[in-house]
């Protein structure tokens, strides 16, 4: 039986045309894109023309679209950079940030800024009844991600964003796992600066990008830190075939995510039907408690709590191992926090029971995903967990 691969919100499988696009640029315009040669020129034309490719699919302009390591050093500069511009006030992120954000807000709190964590309720929407509160003075930044990778929840963004903007308040959204669920449409959003990464949508890894409003951008550059000039928000060689990768990968998409005030409404396609189907088949096992809301959430997204039909905890590493041994592979939990041992900080923030706070698992499809895949794996997992089940009794 082949592998199936269910972890798409930690990373993907390059797509074919990627990996093609990324061996021609290698071998064929190597150039450092700063020289002024023709070796250089040949390779930052080839730059420009990813950068212009990418932002048309986004429907925003080249001058907008900033290339960074990936959505980890794009919510870094998001925050800090812009926060060196400010005078030191409130910063607001949710309780169920990527831990990238977390970690920056603990650092810009060292540094003497007010750090406030919007909570959310028991789906992991924020509570709107605290708006008025958690934007008022002296709240100078708001970061709030868009789409939850370990719960699947989708927060208001444009409702958030058009609210900042009365009360002049800059904001950020990291749509890291938004985008390989559809293209966005950068002039309807109520967003400052955004933040992806390409090799969650089947491109390559060590690249992604920061978009930045034009007044950002301004701002920026009454104080040019971290290498901002010339279309260029850091220091250091572009790497050219990384990023035509990263705008081949953007090509593979066709469909627009529509964004109203209070929604986000995915298209439907082969993936969230995938989804959609994978979840009637596991709805009724009596081993999981599906977490996370019904509508409001991530396409390709299935997280539950994991136990004996006894309702007695069962760790979700101990059944990411156990699936693995049988080549199915999912995940406990975000890539970036799943070597830290306890309770699962966002289980904690949507206020799960404190025994099924290491019981999380997550399920993440891909295209690759087809039909076949889908009955295999309900059968692998059913069976799975009956034999953990007689294993435990």
């Given at each position: 039986?082949k592998?199936?691969?269910?972890?798409?919100?930690a990373?993907?499988?390059?797509?074919?045309?990627?990996i093609?696009?990324?061996?021609?640029?290698?071998?064929?315009?190597?150039?450092?894109?700063?020289s002024i040669?023709?070796v250089?020129?040949?390779?930052?034309?080839?730059?420009?023309?990813?950068r212009?490719?990418i932002?048309?699919?986004?429907?925003a302009s080249?001058d907008?679209?900033?290339?960074?390591?990936?959505a980890?050093?794009s919510n870094f500069?998001a925050l800090?950079?812009?926060s060196?511009n400010l005078?030191?006030?409130?910063?607001?992120?949710?309780s169920?940030?990527?831990?990238s954000?977390?970690?920056?807000?603990?650092q810009?709190?060292?540094e003497?800024?007010d750090?406030?964590?919007w909570?959310?309720d028991?789906y992991g929407?924020?509570?709107l009844?605290?708006l008025?509160?958690?934007?008022?003075?002296?709240?100078?930044l708001v970061?709030?991600i868009?789409?939850q990778?370990?719960?699947?929840?989708?927060?208001?963004?444009?409702?958030i964003?058009m609210?900042?903007?009365?009360r002049?308040?800059?904001?950020?959204?990291?749509?890291t796992?938004?985008l390989?669920?559809g293209?966005?449409?950068w002039s309807?959003l109520?967003v400052d600066?955004?933040?992806a990464?390409a090799h969650?949508?089947?491109?390559?890894k060590?690249?992604?990008?920061l978009m930045?409003?034009?007044g950002i951008?301004?701002?920026?550059m009454?104080?040019p830190?971290?290498g901002?000039?010339?279309?260029?928000?850091?220091?250091?060689?572009?790497?050219v075939p990384l990023i035509?990768?990263?705008?081949t990968?953007?090509?593979?998409?066709n469909?627009?995510?529509?964004?109203?005030?209070?929604?986000?409404?995915?298209?439907?396609?082969?993936v969230?039907?995938?989804?959609?189907?994978?979840?009637?088949?596991l709805?009724?096992n009596?081993?999981f408690t599906f977490?996370?809301?019904?509508?409001?959430?991530l396409p390709?997204?299935?997280?539950f709590?994991?136990?004996t039909?006894s309702m007695?905890p069962?760790k979700?590493r101990e059944?990411v191992r156990?699936?693995s041994?049988h080549?199915?592979?999912?995940?406990?939990?975000?890539a970036?926090?799943?070597?830290?041992?306890?309770p699962n900080?966002?289980?904690?923030?949507?206020n799960?029971?404190?025994?099924?706070?290491?019981?999380?698992?997550r399920?993440?499809?891909?295209?690759?995903?087809?039909?076949?895949?889908?009955?295999?794996v309900?059968?692998i997992i059913?069976?799975?967990?009956?034999?953990?089940?007689?294993?435990?009794q």
């Amino acid at each position: 039986m082949k592998d199936i691969y269910l972890d798409a919100s930690a990373t993907t499988p390059p797509h074919l045309d990627v990996i093609t696009k990324l061996k021609d640029i290698q071998f064929e315009c190597w150039g450092n894109p700063s020289s002024i040669h023709k070796v250089g020129v040949i390779a930052r034309e080839i730059l420009e023309r990813s950068r212009l490719s990418i932002a048309n699919k986004l429907k925003a302009s080249s001058d907008e679209l900033f290339f960074t390591s990936g959505a980890t050093e794009s919510n870094f500069l998001a925050l800090k950079a812009v926060s060196n511009n400010l005078d030191k006030g409130r910063i607001v992120i949710s309780s169920v940030e990527h831990p990238s954000i977390n970690l920056i807000a603990n650092q810009l709190r060292n540094e003497g800024w007010d750090i406030k964590y919007w909570p959310v309720d028991s789906y992991g929407i924020i509570d709107l009844d605290l708006l008025e509160e958690v934007l008022s003075p002296p709240t100078k930044l708001v970061s709030i991600i868009w789409g939850q990778s370990e719960i699947g929840s989708i927060q208001p963004i444009n409702l958030i964003g058009m609210e900042c903007k009365k009360r002049n308040i800059l904001f950020h959204t990291d749509a890291t796992q938004v985008l390989p669920c559809g293209l966005i449409d950068w002039s309807n959003l109520n967003v400052d600066m955004l933040s992806a990464s390409a090799h969650k949508l089947q491109g390559p890894k060590g690249i992604g990008l920061l978009m930045l409003r034009k007044g950002i951008q301004d701002l920026l550059m009454k104080n040019p830190s971290y290498g901002f000039k010339n279309g260029s928000i850091r220091s250091g060689t572009e790497s050219v075939p990384l990023i035509a990768g990263f705008s081949t990968a953007i090509d593979l998409l066709n469909e627009y995510i529509e964004v109203k005030d209070n929604q986000t409404l995915f298209p439907v396609n082969n993936v969230s039907k995938m989804t959609s189907r994978l979840k009637k088949n596991l709805i009724n096992n009596k081993h999981f408690t599906f977490i996370g809301p019904d509508i409001e959430r991530l396409p390709n997204n299935l997280s539950f709590l994991c136990h004996t039909e006894s309702m007695i905890p069962i760790k979700g590493r101990e059944i990411v191992r156990l699936l693995s041994k049988h080549g199915v592979y999912i995940s406990s939990g975000s890539a970036c926090s799943s070597s830290i041992q306890g309770p699962n900080p966002i289980l904690v923030a949507i206020n799960v029971d404190k025994t099924f706070q290491e019981s999380g698992l997550r399920i993440t499809i891909g295209p690759w995903i087809s039909n076949d895949d889908i009955t295999s794996v309900s059968n692998i997992i059913f069976e799975s967990l009956q034999t953990l089940e007689l294993k435990k009794q």
